[in-house]
């Protein structure tokens, strides 16, 4: 049966006629739009990013983690072209609007031009970030956002960039463009920033990070999903009025949405189908979304193996314990209890699936401490903060204090010692003590690329990972950087109990484990085409276990071949 099996990153519409949809689980699948029937599939080697209906509706292009966008036809999805020249992962492609030609953005900082052959027509280098978002403004010109807080735009016809708008150095993930030319951008402080020829503005829209922005042009109507976990539509004709609003269901990952039509949104979800709404009666339809397999977490805890994910279920050996309702990205231990979270912004009692703490943004991660004598936990937030809650004697969980940790996405948090250690979206990593629950160090270029998690060891030092391929083991402030066998994003670190071996996992499933006594990676291996998504040292059996994207875990014992 095709289905999705890991959750859906990106998601396009060619209207009253098919829904494709891009997935975690590398699978691209094109739906029939009448009875969301699936049609036909095709395969990336890695992440598939997003999806794109040429404007003929004869072809559809992929973006994926595996460097490549690629062109399918349709409705058979048999593939044209690969466009191949990227250095790291492609995040968006888009059809130019008469021409046979696709432009893409990756996190190698460049936006590309390719022939419908899959030749490289012309590379645009001006970003000093990933470049997440791109669009063709008319027949010459392109427009992309990055992470590096600016818009550009490219003219195809002299191969230079011929506009840099400043917006102030805030990440924007995502652009849209309206008719009239004006350009939307929203960003990470949950504006939406309006550039016209006029000049440059803002207004405020969510309480979190702009995910995507999608505009349809035959009504003026704006899209705007955000990590605060609301959807809202806008009428650009208007000046931005209010037309439509709505919380989002726990399975919908607001990370991408298309027009089916003029009234009807199809989503992107965590399951194994994609959600519709419908704008004119704010009505949602999520038939055959169907729960995946995917794992986020695991760990050992009395003496048995928990493993939580996109369904929000808890599994312990194998069988389900709890439901939580919504996705979740970690397990951590904190006295008699294990608390757990993720998309929604809550913080869960991960064996009952109570709810504990209400947060604005989603959580990504958690390190237990103890202080005063009692059980603490950190929880890392989407939007930077460090939430700090305590287990009383009577067994209540109390929030205790909220830590200025970053100003972006809390990629990693850890403890050793009476030292906090965290790591940021934006490479920042930083230090509190658990005593004071001050800040006691930061600093602010710590990774050359997104850092994206961190281990502390028991003689209070500390390990970093991140997009740009290295090992940080931190002395205080100051880090000795090893480089690694990756070749893909580090997505998970995890240490032994000794802080003898470091293990390391990658999105594209490799597993590499150095031995700080030998000063050499002794064991690479790639257990799984499925992303890494956490790793977990046993101390009983010694060895790593590796929770992947595809549901699995995998069993690494240091020095294994």
């Not at 022939?115 to 403004?137: C, K, M, N």
């Not at 064996?351 to 936990?377: I, K, W």
């Not at 009577?394 to 906090?420: Q, Y």
């Not at 998504?533 to 294994?560: K, M, N, W």
Request: charged fraction near 20%; charge should be negative; glycine fraction near 8%.
């Amino acid at each position: 049966m095709i289905r999705h099996r890991g959750p859906i990153s990106g998601i396009a519409a060619l209207p009253d006629t098919y829904v494709a949809t891009a997935g975690y689980d590398n699978q691209v699948i094109l739906w029939n739009a009448a009875d969301k029937r699936p049609l036909a599939r095709s395969q990336h080697d890695h992440l598939a990013n997003q999806v794109t209906f040429s404007p003929d509706g004869k072809f559809l292009v992929t973006s994926s983690s595996d460097y490549t966008a690629r062109l399918w036809s349709l409705p058979d999805l048999k593939l044209l072209a690969v466009l191949a020249d990227h250095e790291d992962d492609v995040e968006m492609s888009v059809f130019h609007p008469s021409q046979p030609l696709i432009a893409t953005a990756s996190r190698d900082h460049r936006v590309r031009v390719y022939g419908f052959d899959g030749a490289l027509r012309t590379t645009f280098e001006g970003h000093t970030a990933d470049v997440i978002s791109v669009v063709w403004a008319g027949d010459d010109e392109i427009v992309s956002s990055s992470d590096d807080g600016t818009i550009k735009r490219w003219s195809l016809a002299s191969g230079s960039m011929v506009a840099d708008i400043d917006l102030g150095g805030v990440e924007t993930d995502t652009v849209a463009l309206a008719s009239n030319g004006t350009v939307y951008a929203g960003n990470d402080d949950g504006e939406i920033v309006i550039v016209t020829a006029d000049g440059t503005s803002t207004r405020p829209a969510h309480d979190a990070g702009i995910k995507r922005l999608v505009y349809n042009g035959a009504r003026e109507l704006l899209v705007s999903l955000s990590y605060d976990r609301t959807l809202r539509v806008w009428d650009t004709a208007a000046g931005l009025a209010p037309v439509a609003s709505s919380s989002l269901p726990s399975d919908v990952w607001p990370r991408s949405c298309a027009f089916l039509d003029d009234t009807t949104l199809v989503f992107a979800t965590f399951g194994s189908s994609y959600a519709t709404y419908r704008i004119e009666d704010e009505k949602w339809d999520l038939r055959g979304v169907e729960p995946t397999q995917g794992a986020n977490a695991v760990i050992t805890h009395q003496d048995t193996t928990l493993t939580i994910g996109d369904a929000g279920i808890l599994w312990q050996d194998g069988a389900e314990r709890a439901r939580t309702g919504s996705l979740c990205n970690f397990l951590t231990p904190v006295g008699d209890r294990v608390v757990t979270g993720g998309q929604m912004g809550t913080v869960f009692d991960a064996f009952t699936g109570d709810v504990l703490h209400q947060h604005r943004s989603p959580l990504n991660c958690g390190a237990a401490f103890v202080r005063d004598g009692r059980p603490h936990v950190v929880v890392g937030t989407y939007t930077g903060e460090g939430l700090v809650f305590s287990l009383t004697e009577a067994g209540e969980f109390r929030h205790e204090a909220t830590l200025p940790l970053h100003s972006n996405a809390v990629k990693g948090v850890a403890v050793a010692g009476d030292v906090i250690f965290s790591v940021c979206a934006d490479a920042e990593a930083a230090w509190f003590s658990t005593g004071t629950l001050t800040e006691v160090a930061r600093v602010p270029e710590a990774h050359d690329r997104i850092a994206n998690g961190c281990v502390g060891f028991a003689d209070g030092e500390f390990a970093s990972i991140s997009r740009d391929l290295k090992l940080r083991i931190w002395t205080g402030t100051e880090a000795e950087v090893l480089d690694t066998p990756h070749d893909h994003s580090i997505k998970s670190v995890s240490a032994s109990t000794d802080g003898r071996f470091i293990a390391t996992g990658a999105y594209n499933g490799l597993v590499a484990v150095y031995d700080r006594e030998a000063a050499a990676w002794t064991t690479v291996l790639r257990p799984t085409t499925a992303g890494i998504s956490s790793l977990h040292y046993d101390a009983a059996e010694r060895c790593f276990l590796a929770s992947s994207y595809d549901g699995d875990v995998h069993r690494i014992t240091p020095g294994q071949a």
